[in-house]
T-cell receptor
C-alpha cells in the first residue's frame, strides 16, 4: 500500500524567511497530493493541492512542487508570518483513498 | 453555508462499550470521509461515503463501521472499544466542482476510552 514520509518533523524559521517541507510517496499510481494546515486545537484545513498532471502550483505565498519520477512533493512558504505557525500535513491519494504524512510542526520565530 | 458539524464534541467511554459519532456535511456535499487523529499515528483515513455507499476504506478493523443517510449525514460506529481507540475523530465533506475537489473538516469528536 501507499506510504508517505514527511520531513522534517519540526522546523523553525525566522519570520520573513522561507520554509520548505518535503514528502515522498511510494505508490506511483497516486495522483492527488493535498497539503493541510492544522493550528493548535483546530481542525485541519486544506491549503493547497496538486494533481499528478501538474508539476507546480502557486497560491500567493504558498507553492507546491511535484516530481513524479522521484515520487516526492514539497510545500514552499515564502515570507513567513507568525500566523503560519502550525502543523502541516502532506498526503497522497489514489482513487480517493488518502494516506497522510506524520506532520511537520512549523515554528515562526520573531 | 454552515460548515461541517460533528456531535458530540467530547465523549468518554469505557473499554468494551460501543460509540456512535455523527457528522453533518456542508449542504450540497455528497462525500463524507472519516479520519482518526492520534499523537502517535497522526492522521489516518478510516472510510469515505458517497451517496450512501462506502466508496473507500482504510486499514482499520471491522469494529470500525459507518453509514451515510440520504441527506448525506454520516455516522461512524466503533464497537468493543479499546484503550487505543482514544483519539480525535474528524469527518470531512467534499465537493467536486469543475474537476477540482475541495475538502472541509469538521471540528472533530474527541473520544477518550478508559
Amino acid at each position: 500500500g501507499e506510504n508517505v514520509e514527511q520531513h522534517p518533523s519540526t522546523l523553525s524559521v525566522q519570520e520573513g524567511d522561507s520554509a520548505v517541507i518535503k514528502c515522498t510517496y511510494s505508490d506511483s499510481a497516486s495522483n492527488y497530493f493535498p497539503w493541510y494546515k492544522q493550528e493548535l486545537g483546530k481542525r485541519p484545513q486544506l491549503i493547497i493541492d496538486i494533481r499528478s498532471n501538474v508539476g507546480e502550483k502557486k497560491d500567493q505565498r504558498i507553492a507546491v512542487t511535484l516530481n513524479k519520477t522521484a515520487k516526492h512533493f514539497s510545500l514552499h512558504i515564502t515570507e513567513t508570518q507568525p500566523e503560519d505557525s502550525a502543523v502541516y500535513f502532506c498526503a497522497a491519494s489514489k482513487d480517493d483513498k488518502i494516506i497522510f504524512g506524520k506532520g511537520t510542526r512549523l515554528h515562526i520565530l520573531p | 453555508k454552515a460548515g461541517v458539524t460533528q456531535t458530540p464534541r467530547y465523549l468518554i467511554k469505557t473499554r468494551g462499550q460501543q460509540v456512535t459519532l455523527s457528522c453533518s456535511p456542508i449542504s450540497g456535499h455528497r462525500s463524507v470521509s472519516w479520519y482518526q487523529q492520534t499523537p502517535g499515528q497522526g492522521l489516518q483515513f478510516l472510510f469515505e461515503y458517497f451517496s450512501e455507499t462506502q466508496r473507500n476504506k482504510g486499514n482499520f478493523p471491522g469494529r470500525f463501521s459507518g453509514r451515510q443517510f440520504s441527506n448525506s449525514r454520516s455516522e461512524m460506529n466503533v464497537s468493543t472499544l479499546e484503550l487505543g481507540d482514544s483519539a480525535l475523530y474528524l469527518c470531512a465533506s467534499s465537493d467536486r466542482v469543475g474537476g477540482q475537489e475541495t475538502q472541509y473538516f469538521g471540528p472533530g469528536t474527541r473520544l477518550l476510552v478508559l
